[in-house]
């Protein structure tokens, strides 16, 4: 479980492009998320999306949101 202190939210804007959607198992796919709202991706064939994911993460460089940001003030 990661730490708040690890943990940023994006902006809305943001978190909504599709390069932060959750993979969805379906008859395509065998990996993601199925019926519950729970997935390990720890699936061989899931790999390359979390390879990716991972990526997308990494190269984030826009805004973060945090504990001390407005969003957050009461």
């Known amino acids: ?24 198992r379906k008859k395509s796919r065998s990996y993601g998320f199925g019926q519950a709202n729970v997935w390990y991706a720890n699936e061989e064939t899931a790999k390359c999306y979390v390879d990716k994911m991972v990526e997308n993460i990494e190269d984030y460089d826009g805004e973060k949101w945090d504990f001390d940001s407005p969003i957050y003030e009461g």
């Open 1 to 24: 479980m990661a730490k708040s202190e690890d943990c940023v939210l994006l902006p809305e804007g943001t978190r909504n492009k599709h390069i932060w959607a959750a993979a969805r």
